[in-house]
């Protein structure tokens, strides 16, 4: 059983910055995926930044530069920087890890970002 640890968020003005870090335990961490979903009120969850399981970065097309992936699988560690927050940004974001081996997702409880002035 793989635990998700997940610190950052908070209140943030628009145009201004924060970071998210997710830090995984409890599991063998070869062939896994970890990565950062978000939801919004009344909207899915989506993708927003995510190590794929060779170790490759995919993003959003709304991160537009504005946000890095750090870390990676083989540190169990990642960390999302977030600059130029926008109000549309605000939401609940998840920390995903992929378990490749056994084909299983496991989710963080969420943090929440909330940008308004």
């Known amino acids: 059983q793989v635990q998700l640890v997940e610190s950052g968020g908070g209140l943030v003005q628009p145009g201004g910055s924060l970071g998210l870090s997710c830090t995984a335990s409890g599991n063998d961490f070869s062939s896994s995926a970890m990565g950062w979903y978000r939801q919004s009120t009344g909207k899915e969850r989506e993708l927003v930044a995510t190590f794929t399981v060779s170790g490759n970065v995919n993003y959003a097309d709304f991160v537009k530069g504005r946000f890095t992936l750090s870390g990676g699988n083989a540190k169990n560690t990642i960390f999302l920087e977030v600059k130029y927050l926008k109000p549309e940004d605000a939401g609940v974001y998840y920390c995903?890890?992929?378990?490749?081996?056994?084909?299983?997702?496991?989710w963080g409880q969420g943090t929440q970002v909330t940008v308004s002035s």
């Open positions: 995903r890890y992929y378990d490749a081996r056994h084909d299983r997702i496991y």
